[in-house]
């Protein structure tokens, strides 16, 4: 997302006045046109200025990230894996297609099943979670409704391939966060197969040498 796409998309904000506001991810991707990561998050943030609630994951946020975000929504909803959050995920088990997620919301444990594996549409599993949950929904309807949740159609794709082999395809995507969800999907998809990752040069990461061992450390899940 671009500082050109939040200037065309912040009238319409003005003129639909959202009162929820969901805030799915923050990562290097689209950074264009952004100083940093911070930069880039302030200027996110003027989409939300008039909600009543921000909803948003905090496990990829930096410090000052976080408490920027913290400044601006008070009323913040946050889930996270490892943090004490308004959502807290204490487990996540993941049999065949489908991820069994332990809960912890108002010191009470809920347990709900998303029919996905990969980490991707997981995460989005428990935006919607938390979604419903700041609006009122009881766990019930919400473990009704997450259960006919169906695959989005999403950016990185897999595809059936010739002589019994799949194609993972996440050309659209071009930084280091998208490759190492790549990455982990592709392990989860081969199992004990013989697997075969081609990348092309991450001409818009920016990684500066503070950043050298995130590289290193993607590079090394592609031997």
Same mark, same amino acid.
């Given at each position: 997302m671009s500082d050109q796409y939040i200037l065309q998309i912040s009238p319409f904000c003005q003129i639909i006045q959202p009162t929820i506001g969901v805030l799915t991810y923050i990562g290097d991707a689209h950074a =264009? #046109?952004?100083?940093? +990561?911070? $930069? /880039? @998050? /302030? $200027?996110k943030l003027l989409l939300f200025t008039h909600v009543q609630r @921000? %909803?948003? #994951?905090?496990d990829s946020l930096q410090p000052e990230e976080w408490a920027l975000i913290n400044e601006k929504h008070p009323n913040l909803f946050s889930w996270s894996r490892n943090k004490k959050t308004t959502l807290q995920i204490l487990q996540e088990t993941t049999i065949n297609n489908s991820t069994e997620l332990v809960g912890l919301y108002q010191g009470i444990e809920q347990k709900l099943v998303l029919p996905f594996a990969d980490q991707i549409s997981i995460n989005n599993g428990i935006t919607c979670w938390s979604c419903m949950l700041a609006l009122k929904y009881t766990i019930e309807i919400i473990r009704e409704r997450i259960c006919i949740? !169906?695959? %989005?159609? &999403? +950016? &990185?794709?897999?595809? *059936?391939?010739?002589?019994?082999?799949?194609?993972?395809?996440?050309?659209?995507? *071009? =930084?280091l966060s998208s490759l190492s969800l790549g990455l982990t999907y592709l392990k989860q998809q081969a199992a004990n197969q013989k697997t075969t990752v081609i990348v092309s040069d991450i001409l818009e990461a920016? %990684?500066? !040498?503070k950043e050298r061992?995130? $590289?290193?450390? %993607?590079?090394?899940e592609c031997l």
């Open positions: =264009d #046109g952004f100083k940093n +990561r911070l $930069e /880039k @998050l /302030k $200027e @921000l %909803v948003t #994951g905090i949740l !169906e695959p %989005v159609q &999403m +950016r &990185m794709q897999l595809k *059936n391939g010739i002589n019994h082999c799949f194609l993972i395809n996440d050309s659209y995507s *071009n =930084d920016g %990684v500066s !040498e061992s995130e $590289e290193r450390r %993607v590079g090394k």
